[in-house]
């Protein structure tokens, strides 16, 4: 089955460095991959929608420039946090699928915590 | 936009017997189902999914139901073993959302704490 595959699978930093967590389709080519992120006990939030070779589509609310993404091959999409701050600390999970018709499958998600 | 709403949001069953979770949504347009197990530190899992086309659909002791007029579905798992103890989502994909490119439309219930009691 289709298989996604998310580093690190938590990190720690401190406030006002940047982290990027990666997210690669490990048997399948995804041209879009998607990033949520999940606060505890609560359910997931979609991010942004990373597109191959095109820019992510951001959902309302989730500032583009605090959450960089690239999707700069078929199988690799990355979410770089910049100037992290403690509010930013939360599990972050991306999910792809092969194509529009087939399920969707999430990685095993990134803690990150900011000190 | 979609909403989807899950109940019950904890769900304490004993070993072996069998637990239902349910769901609902609002989008008529919404044709796809999925259902997710997450255990403690871990992505999200797909257990099982329906789409519009059918009623129901079984996998050993899971199955799902999905009632169109009423716009709801439902997890059934049963002989329930510990296990299976973890969060389960429901989500559903409005093929109209889908199709206007940007999100992909996969609107997640709040989640259901399956707890299996030995």
């Known amino acids: 089955g289709a298989v996604v595959s998310q580093h690190p699978s938590w990190v720690i930093c401190k406030s006002g460095t940047s982290v990027k967590i990666e997210c690669r389709s490990l048997d399948f080519q995804a041209t879009t991959m998607f990033w949520y992120r999940q606060f505890p006990k609560q359910s997931l939030m979609l991010m942004a929608t990373s597109n191959e070779g095109s820019k992510a589509t951001y959902e309302q609310g989730v500032e583009k420039d605090k959450f960089l993404i690239n999707h700069a091959s078929l199988t690799l999409s990355t979410l770089t946090v910049t100037s992290a701050h403690p509010e930013d600390s939360s599990f972050y999970i991306c999910?792809?699928?092969?194509?529009?018709?087939?399920?969707?499958?999430f990685g095993n998600g990134t803690r990150l915590t900011v000190t | 936009g979609e909403n989807v709403e899950q109940h019950p949001s904890t769900l304490s069953v004993q070993e072996g017997d069998s637990a239902v979770i349910k769901c609902t949504y609002s989008?008529?347009?919404?044709?796809?189902f999925p259902w997710y197990k997450q255990e403690l530190g871990k992505g999200p899992q797909l257990i099982i999914d329906?789409?519009?086309?059918?009623g129901e659909k079984k996998d050993q002791r899971i199955a799902v139901t999905l009632n169109k007029t009423a716009k709801h579905f439902s997890l059934h798992i049963t002989e329930t073993q510990p296990e299976d103890s973890a969060v389960y989502f429901c989500a559903a994909i409005s093929n109209r959302k889908y199709s206007g490119g940007g999100a992909d439309g996969l609107t997640f219930g709040k989640g259901t704490h399956l707890i299996i009691q030995p």
């Open positions: 999910s792809a699928n092969e194509d529009r018709n087939s399920p969707l499958h």
């Open positions: 989008d008529s347009a919404s044709n796809y």
């Open positions: 329906i789409r519009s086309n059918v």
